[in-house]
């Protein structure tokens, strides 16, 4: 394999479009096998293509943070009880009386079998798409990401991008004094050692925060060029009416009325939200030093992504029973075979994303 500091990186947004692929694909199912094997396939694709970067590091804490997503949703079902009727009664909590405002809601009680299970598929559902979005943070430069940002972006996309590097560069301050207290002999886990390894790393984010306010003042960031006031209006008009007509496409694709309306109002929105955008474009000019391009091995990696979720989706609305399995009656879940099949197609990174040598 070759050294993961000379790999030659893909665009960073066909590695967002492979993640939010394989989330949308796990908000389409509760099936805990597809579940797990979303999440098998893209930790897989990080371990094989994530460059030995600072950001690379953030996998581990989204898979720390989908766990306590899991810990915390069956806490809640323990201490306040499941709306899933259940016959398998695993204990039974003393439950403390509440007032008549509180009707509803319990605390304590039976504590039942079918609703932990689903209380697990449905917090199993939001911890993949938390692992799904670590996978595109580990995999693609946010730096990078900013630079394929229209012009009239880039003020979104700077604040979003220094918020996105914000837990990595967290992340990688604290291991790397972790290590140093290691080699003086000196404790680095417990409560002391994390108060005296917590001020350090503050005051690294404060000077990496000083740091870069400096370079984005010395770049001119917040720069403008003038720009005819026909040209802002038309601007202003193209983008919201884009939004609006996204936001219109969108609820006549959920709805069955609107199947007729919905993709051409989409579409027409898309349009003319693109077309806003190029010309905000104007107001805020930008240059690119070496662009990313879309090579066909990036282009290869979106697509298996847009795959992953296009027929996830599609199997949800032909088998709708195999992909949100029940609970009442209690019963073993099955894993469908051609979802499960489709979810493989993630893999596809794995083998593509590196030039043949």
């Avoid at 600072?54 to 949703?73: H, K, T």
């Amino acid at each position: 394999m070759a050294d993961r500091r000379s790999r030659p990186q893909l665009h960073p947004a066909a590695w967002w479009l492979w993640a939010l692929g394989l989330g949308t694909a796990a908000t389409r199912t509760s099936n805990p096998l597809l579940l797990g094997l979303l999440l098998a396939v893209s930790a897989y694709v990080v371990a094989v293509c994530r460059p030995d970067t600072p950001w690379a590091r953030s996998y581990a804490a989204f898979l720390r943070l989908a766990l306590a997503v899991l810990v915390v949703r069956i806490v809640f079902v323990v201490v306040l009880g499941s709306p899933i009727p259940g016959t398998h009664v695993l204990v039974t909590l003393p439950e403390v009386p509440l007032p008549h405002w509180a009707q509803g809601i319990r605390l304590g009680g039976a504590v039942t079998a079918e609703g932990l299970l689903f209380a697990l598929y449905d917090a199993l559902r939001l911890a993949t798409l938390l692992v799904c979005v670590g996978a595109a943070n580990a995999l693609a430069s946010p730096s990078r990401l900013l630079k394929t940002l229209p012009g009239a972006l880039y003020e979104t996309g700077v604040a979003v991008v220094v918020a996105m590097t914000f837990a990595p560069n967290l992340i990688a301050d604290v291991h790397r004094l972790r290590a140093a207290r290691r080699l003086r002999g000196r404790p680095d886990r417990g409560v002391r050692g994390l108060l005296q390894v917590g001020l350090p790393v503050l005051e690294g984010a404060l000077e990496r925060s000083v740091a870069l306010a400096a370079a984005m003042d010395a770049r001119g960031y917040g720069r403008t060029a003038d720009v005819p006031a026909p040209v802002r209006r038309t601007t202003a008009a193209l983008t919201l009416g884009g939004l609006l007509g996204v936001c219109a496409g969108t609820y006549g694709l959920l709805t069955a009325a609107g199947g007729a309306y919905g993709l051409p109002v989409l579409l027409t929105g898309v349009v003319a939200a693109l077309a806003g955008l190029r010309l905000g474009g104007r107001r805020s000019p930008r240059t690119r030093y070496r662009p990313d391009r879309w090579t066909p091995r990036a282009c290869l990696v979106a697509a298996s992504g847009v795959t992953v979720a296009a027929l996830l989706v599609a199997a949800a609305s032909a088998d709708p029973a195999a992909l949100h399995p029940g609970v009442v009656p209690l019963t073993a879940p099955a894993l469908p075979l051609w979802p499960a099949a489709a979810v493989l197609i993630g893999l596809l990174p794995a083998f593509v994303s590196e030039e043949p040598s």
